[in-house]
């Protein structure tokens, strides 16, 4: 039986595994949960096979202001956990990292993209320097895997998959732009991770779903669970484009960014 302690209590992700993995592995995994405030500090890591960091600073507006709590928890505290964990003789460590290492807003990312984060965005660089600071810790009896999901949905899912949900609840016209956006569904991602825990695997992971969504497609979807109709027309119309000018989350929305297959 594997003994996994999820630090980050309280956090959408880790929870959601929680349940997922006790839920359909019970037989197989011993899962603890611990806040990563101060409540890691207290927890033995003796005898835990994988840590798994779901903790992080994310989903809000980020400013010069704020930008040290990213450091301080996405980067400082995920370190300072695994090097604990390292110390403990635990056999793995497991970082939930995000697409937004690469940097990019738009386009294809393949296996052969290289992160690079913008110097203006410090939820993705600090997640990048996380990772840069847990690669130094791998050795052959501590495996580091990093994962950098997509944007992850599922029942009272926040972050981008709320924002596209409101703006769904007003968009009685949509146009079919096309465009192709990777996303994976929070109990895919759960499933995965319990993968990467049986396994003890290590390297960087792109978990998606098995197809890429369109915005149109995904919209159409949110307001028939919503009891609403949807009108579909081709080609992007000229009043959401003004509108895309200015306001971020439609022109996030209705952009490219997904991970090759």
């Not at 460590?93 to 990019?104: E, N, P, Q, R």
Request: charged residues 25%; positive net charge; contains cysteine.
């Amino acid at each position: 039986m594997k003994k996994i302690l999820i630090v980050g209590a309280g956090g959408y992700i880790g929870e959601s595994f929680a349940d997922y993995a006790k839920a359909r592995y019970s037989a197989e995994v011993e899962i603890d949960i611990a806040d990563s405030f101060d409540g890691w500090k207290q927890v033995s890591f003796e005898g835990y096979d994988s840590i798994v960091f779901a903790a992080g600073i994310a989903h809000r507006k980020q400013t010069k202001e704020n930008a040290y709590l990213y450091f301080a928890v996405n980067r400082d505290l995920a370190v300072e956990v695994a090097k604990k964990a390292k110390s403990a003789g635990v056999g793995q460590f497991v970082y939930l990292s995000s697409m937004a290492v690469y940097g990019k807003k738009e386009g294809e990312i393949s296996e052969d993209t290289k992160a690079n984060p913008r110097h203006n965005d410090y939820y993705g660089l600090s997640k990048f320097q996380a990772e840069r600071g847990l690669k130094k810790l791998e050795s052959a009896e501590f495996a580091v895997a990093v994962l950098r999901p997509p944007m992850v949905y599922g029942k009272n899912c926040p972050g981008k998959f709320t924002q596209l949900v409101k703006l769904a609840k007003w968009l009685v016209i949509v146009p079919d732009s096309s465009n192709k956006r990777s996303i994976l569904y929070i109990d895919n991602l759960s499933e995965f991770l319990c993968m990467v825990i049986q396994t003890r695997a290590r390297g960087i992971f792109r978990p998606q779903d098995e197809k890429h969504v369109n915005t149109a497609a995904l919209i159409r979807w949110i307001r028939r669970k919503m009891g609403r109709k949807t009108l579909i027309i081709p080609g992007m119309f000229w009043p959401l484009r003004i509108l895309m000018a200015f306001c971020p989350p439609l022109r996030t929305a209705f952009g490219s960014l997904y991970y090759t297959k």
